[in-house]
């Protein structure tokens, strides 16, 4: 009996449709096509071809993409076509790093367009799990999102291209509203600087009619500069956009708010060069924002708990912009 079933397992495997595969290993940087019917003849044939030491196997294969574990053998038969692997031996282990050094199988170019392509994947996902993370992504990610074509995001999300174009119109007025708001803003300090600048004027003035022989050699010392120099932990990129653009806090996504929220006010005064005050009202600025994102989160939330008969947030109900890209 053990003879038979072990053909007629061999005849199953054989019978099944074979799936092509992309395997490499983790510091590799050639890869190598494989078909397979099943996740073990997969597994096999990688050990082979990748030249793995036997004293190293079994091998564990994970997605280049992201380095899940694809040791499911229902998991595997679901995935696509040309699907990329990585191949790791014992005691290796799949990193973000190593995978960005790894699937340097194109040279120049070709990695920033993997690079952007597995961004606006992520991005995608996020949204499918929840359409409410609109919210709390960067201008920058929403800008992403608008410039992908309508129907590879409408294959990504599984919608209509319809829907599609409804999202994609919402996710521009996010950014045309943050961008409104950004120049009241600007108009705002501008009047407020004016105003700053007469009162001061007028009050040089009438000190120079009270006391004529009076010199005026007064230094403002509104921006005095730190004299501890302290060390932050916030990336190059977000302390560019503090110091570069006007009103940051809405360019950051939530979690890079909640990053400046939680450093400490002077080492963000001497990263930025500026007085501890502006430092304070910045974080001020930063929480006030993340905090009416969540709120608007919240509200999304509880508006789709008290909506009957729907799970998840209605793709055809968002409004339709009238605004043009």
Known sequence: RAPRLALRGRAAAMAAPRKLCLVRRRDGREQHGLAASCLRELRDKASG???VDKAREPITLVLAEDGTIVDDEDYFLCLPPNTKFVALAKNEKWSSKSSDSGTAWLTGPADEVDSATEKW???ARQLKDDLSNIILMSEEDLQVLIDVPRSDLAEELAQSQTKIQVLQDTLQQVLDRREEERQSRQLLELYLEALKSEDSVLSKVAASETVPGQEMDEVDTGTSSTGTSGKTALSDQILAALKEKPA?????DSQDLELVLKEDTQALSS???CDKQKAEALQQACDQELSKRLQQVQTLHSLRNTSKGKKTLPWGDWP??????
């Open 49 to 51: 071809i990748l030249a």
């Open 121 to 123: 994947k992520q991005l």
């Open 248 to 252: 940051p806090e809405l360019c950051l």
């Open 271 to 273: 990263a930025l060069r």
């Open 320 to 325: 339709s912009s009238k605004r043009k890209k």
